[in-house]
């Protein structure tokens, strides 16, 4: 594996990892430090397999990088203290930049920004509802579900998602016997990763302004639908938010009654952060390796599969557009005929991650689903890789990779966007970092459209 080295400056990333949790009201209230002192990256040697995810399974913040034998983990001196008391040997690689003096959420309607001009969910949705009304004859807004917290009265948001193709009649509905072929991305799952929202708003503006300017944009909305969810899990943004110029990096989403209220850091606990993490929730070797039963860690699976309205809206919204093309076993493939493709964005490695993701062992599309994760780490750069997460980084369960391609037989992809060394590096990079994402991020969309119609020919 190619080496790296992590830069001693984490560009736009704030000292604000013990700023996570709240007790959940409407709003919630502000977690208030519990240390004084600086936020550390710390190299731990954790070798892929059991080390490894022994490492997440205890509940610290593993950032997805690896160099060799080594992970990196998040947090201050008491996460330092924490590594030692469990065996691991936690060393200072970087120290992350201070918060800004912070200044709130600016702007309203489309024009509402944090950090430098990332946007807000309203803004997200305020978008969403723009290019339908100017775009009408290719876009279609649709309501998928809700956020935990609009189930509880506590504020919270619709889930949405937009669908853009040259609409002609029965396009864009909720049914898997649909003509044309559809490519599905989505941002912000784990809502700290601020970069696969901004993504996914120029990819929808990319195709809309270029349809019939812009001709291989032009086929594709002509042949393809191109469904887009924003932001999956709105609450847990609207938490990365709420800190203006110095985000918090909430990771999960909102949902705190599984566990106890005052999941925020303490000196004891200083992992701790309230919520579920969606990506270790859904009905997919639920429970296995990389996932913690801890209600305050951040890999917290929740109390059953699909526990969560976030989860079981995005299955239901897949089992809506997707048919059913795998058998029941694990050895099962796809058919041939499957169609479609699926990319949920996450920050940040340079990677492609291909299923299984809770194991080490070949899908039995392993073939097919490797060479295509070739051809989008080509086209992003030489820096990228590509490959199972328990070769490059570690394995997880529960994850919407093996839910889509397990469940469906959908091809699905993991894009780990960004990297921990440089200028533009980690889950917060200052907004002017987005352009050369974009240029990365942009080819390997339009491939992955492409392949919608034949994924596995």
Known sequence: MKQRRLSLALAGAASVAFLVGTSVAAPPPEAAPVQEGPTYVYRVPAPLGQKAQDLLARGFDVLEQRDGDDLFVLGGQAVHDKLAQAGYTGTVESVMAPPRSEMKVQGTGVDETYYGGYRTVKAHYAHLNRVAFKYAGLATVVDYGDSWR???????????????????LGDCKLTPHARKPRLFVSGQIHAREITTGDMAWRWIDHLTTGYGKDAEVTQL???????????ANPDGVDIVQSGGDSPKLQRKNANHTNGPKECV????????????DVNRNFDAQWG??????????????????DSEVETRALEKLFRSLYLDKRGPAVTDPAAPDTRGMVITMHSAFNVVLLPWGYTTQPSPNDDKLRAMARDMAQLAGPEWQYGQPGELLYTAGGSIDDWAYGELGVPHYTWEIGNWEGDCTGFLPAYSCQDGHWAKVKPMLMYSARKAAKPYA
């Open 150 to 168: 609009k189930t509880q009265g506590a504020g919270g948001y619709d889930l949405k998602a937009i669908c853009l193709t040259r609409k002609t």
């Open 221 to 231: 909305l002509d042949t393809t639908e191109i469904w887009v969810v924003p932001i």
């Open 288 to 305: 296995d390796n990389g996932t913690s039963s801890d209600p305050c860690h951040q890999v917290y699976r929740g109390p059953k599969p």
């Open 265 to 276: 850091p303490t000196a004891e606990n200083p992992l701790a952060q309230v919520g579920i």
